[in-house]
């Protein structure tokens, strides 16, 4: 008998046990920052000198009306991201 997570029976993993995108984030998600994906190195460079490196946890405030921005807390302040540009961080949820 298979699952219902839509795998086909193919698969163990649940749906809901996979990594997020950044893109695919709601309101009041809160993830954890587990690595970066493979993208714009100056991107990248530009987000670790923000502090989103590593360990850091992030909480969904608020998604723009037309879905982009999307505004999170991090560390003591509020950041707005791009989704698209922020997909390049590897995240687990919290």
């Known amino acids: 008998m298979g699952c219902n997570c839509g795998c086909g029976g193919k698969s163990q993993t649940k749906k809901w046990d996979l990594e997020p995108k950044f893109s695919d984030l709601k309101r009041g998600d809160k993830v954890e920052i587990v690595g970066y994906n493979e993208g714009d190195a100056r991107y990248k460079s530009k987000l670790l ?3 989103l490196v590593r360990g850091v946890t992030l909480e969904v ?3 723009a009306p037309l ?6 807390s991090v560390l003591s302040y509020r950041l707005s991201l791009r989704r698209q540009e922020a997909n ?3 995240l687990k949820r919290v």
């Open 61 to 63: 405030l608020q998604v």
């Open 88 to 90: 390049v961080l590897k």
């Open 49 to 51: 000198s923000m502090g």
């Open 67 to 72: 879905g982009d921005p999307v505004e999170v």
